[in-house]
Every structure is written in C-alpha cells, then in structure tokens.
C-alpha cells in the first residue's frame, strides 16, 4: 500500500492564483516526520519543511503554508499568489522513526505549472 | 561547501555492461543515501548506509551494490546493466536519521539501451 498519497498528478494555475497540494500519508507509528520537497527544472531537491507527529501547529513562512491534521492523515501544502518560479513538481514525504528510521517513503509528487 | 555532488551527471550505457556512479558529501554526515526516480514513480530508496563500512536495502535493491569505505563517499554499482534500470539516480546524505533533512545530489540520468 502506498504510504503517501498525492492525488493530484498535475495542476496549472495562472499566476497570482492560490494553490493547495494535498498529501495524505499512512502510517502505524506515532511518532513520524513528514516533508515536503521541491524539484525545480534543473532537477535538484529542495527540502521545503519538516514536521513531527507531535506538532500539528500549521505553519507560515512567506507565500508558503502547511496545514498538518492527524485526524484525516493529511499535510496539504498551499501557495499563496503563485508565482512562475513555483512552478515545480513537489513531494510530500513520509519517515516513519519507529518501523522504518531510515526510509524516506514519497509520494509521486505533483507537477505544478504556474502559468504567465 | 559543495554539498552533496555526484559524479557523472549523464551516462549511457548498453545491456550488460557495468559501471559505478560516485556520490560525495562535505558535511560530515552520518548517514546516506541512494534513490532512483521513474516517471509517476516518486523517489524509491535502493540502498543506505549508517556509518562508514555500512550499507544495507532499501525498497528496490536488485541489480545494485554499494560501497561505503570512506566516511564522506557512498558508490552505487551496477554490475550488469538492464533497460529497466533507465532512471534518474539521487545521492542524499543525513545527519543521522533519515527524519531529519535530507541533502540531495543534482542527480545522474542514467540510459541503458
């Protein structure tokens, strides 16, 4: 079974446009990390951010957001006023401390185009 | 610092044949890590290691080797090249657990024709 779960394969938005990625993760442990990483065009990895189980306290840092609730499993991700250098693809990602400390289990990602 | 840097960027290979990607870090970290990508596949670890010497699975371990002898080096080998092993490859590094950030290569783009 997949252990995240980003649904949305694609999404297009013209600029300035809000935007939410959603991620919904499973897992047995209780005390877990999710992530988000970006992957620009060049193709490289950008952490984006960390949260554990323990914090589900949503977090702001510029246009950036993460809504994190235990209850439906999820992490969702928004953008605020979209710009063409958010266009990216982003993953959500799963570390499990308790039954897999060393695995970092992604999602598929989603490809975001922010168009012009 | 140049982070995490991999060596080649690009390769082609033919069935069968054998070659080493070479991923370094200059942060002193204690763990790594070797992933593949495949379109609509996400990230999938192959191998890692905890410590120099070390190494152990991942999810899709097949068809690869790893080396860990030095502290800052993790190698990926394949030994005999399959189509199926078309992919784009990323080295990560840690401080410790894979739950706290991850450090990624540009990655290498792997053709096996």
């Known amino acids: 079974a997949q252990k995240v779960t980003q649904a949305q394969t694609e999404i297009s938005v013209v600029e300035k446009e809000d935007v939410t990625l959603d991620c919904v993760y499973e897992?047995?442990?209780?005390?877990?990390?999710l992530f988000w990483y970006k992957q620009p065009p060049s193709g490289e990895l950008v952490f984006l951010i960390r949260?554990?189980?323990?914090?589900?306290q949503n977090e702001i840092s510029g246009r950036y957001s993460w809504n994190f609730q235990k209850s439906t499993s999820s992490f969702n991700f928004t953008i605020t006023a979209s710009q063409v250098v958010d266009s990216a693809v982003y993953f959500c990602?799963?570390?499990?401390?308790?039954?897999?400390?060393?695995?970092?289990?992604f999602g598929t990602g989603t490809r975001l185009t922010v168009i012009p | 610092n140049a982070g995490v840097t991999q060596t080649p960027k690009f390769r082609v290979l033919k069935t069968g044949q054998s070659m080493t990607l070479l991923c370094a870090q200059d942060?002193?970290?204690?763990?790594m890590y070797w992933y593949r990508q495949d379109p609509g596949m996400g990230l999938r670890l192959i191998h890692y290691?905890?410590?120099?010497?070390?190494?152990a699975k991942g999810e899709v371990p097949d068809g690869y080797n790893v080396s860990r002898l030095k502290k800052q080096n993790f190698l990926l080998g394949l030994e005999s090249a399959a189509p199926s092993q078309t992919s784009v490859y990323f080295c990560?590094?840690?401080?410790?657990?894979?739950?706290?950030?991850?450090?990624f290569g540009p990655g290498t783009r792997l053709t096996v024709l």
């Open positions: 990560a590094s840690s401080y410790f657990l894979a739950a706290n950030e991850q450090f």
């Open positions: 897992t047995r442990d209780t005390t877990y990390y």
């Open positions: 949260r554990n189980s323990f914090d589900e």
């Open positions: 990602a799963l570390s499990e401390v308790e039954t897999g400390a060393n695995n970092l289990f």
């Open positions: 942060m002193n970290h204690e763990y």
């Open positions: 290691s905890v410590g120099e010497g070390t190494t």
